[in-house]
C-alpha cells in the first residue's frame, strides 16, 4: 500500500513537473534556477541545459535538446532502464544485477566527468 502511493506521489509529480516545463521555457522565464557552478565559474556542469533540454524534448525536438545537453539524453534512457530493472528485481534478477553492476556504474561516472571535459573544452 505505502509503496503504490508513493509510485503515485512520483508520477503525480513528474506529470506536474512535464506540465511546468512545456508551458514555460527556462530560456526565457525567471521561474527557472540558474547553475550556480556556471555563474560561480563560468564553467558548465554536466547538468547545464538540462531545463532547455527538457522543455525541448516535451515539444518533441530531439536535436535541440541534444544540442542543449547531450548526456540527458542518455541519462533519461540510463533511468528508465533502470527503473524498469527494479520493478523486475524479482521476475529478472539477472537484469536487475547486470544494470547495477559497480563496472557500469564506474562507467557512467566516468561518462559523466567525460562530458563535463569535453563541454567546456570544445564549449558545446
Known amino acids: 500500500m505505502r509503496r503504490t502511493l508513493v509510485i503515485i506521489l512520483a508520477l503525480a509529480a513528474i506529470i506536474v513537473g512535464c506540465f511546468i516545463y512545456y508551458a514555460f521555457d527556462p530560456s526565457s522565464s525567471t521561474l527557472f534556477p540558474q547553475c550556480t557552478f556556471l555563474s560561480l565559474t563560468g ?34 534512457s540510463w533511468i528508465g532502464l533502470c527503473l524498469y530493472a527494479e520493478s ?37
Open 88 to 124: 523486475q528485481r524479482t521476475r529478472n534478477p539477472r537484469l536487475y544485477m547486470r544494470l547495477n553492476a559497480p563496472l557500469l556504474i564506474w562507467l557512467f561516472l566516468a561518462l559523466t566527468l567525460l562530458w563535463w571535459l569535453l563541454r567546456n573544452i570544445f564549449n558545446w
Open 43 to 76: 564553467y558548465k556542469c554536466p547538468g547545464c541545459g538540462s531545463q532547455r533540454a527538457i522543455h525541448a524534448l516535451l515539444h518533441g525536438d530531439l536535436v535541440e535538446a541534444f544540442k542543449y545537453n547531450a548526456l540527458l539524453l542518455i541519462a533519461i
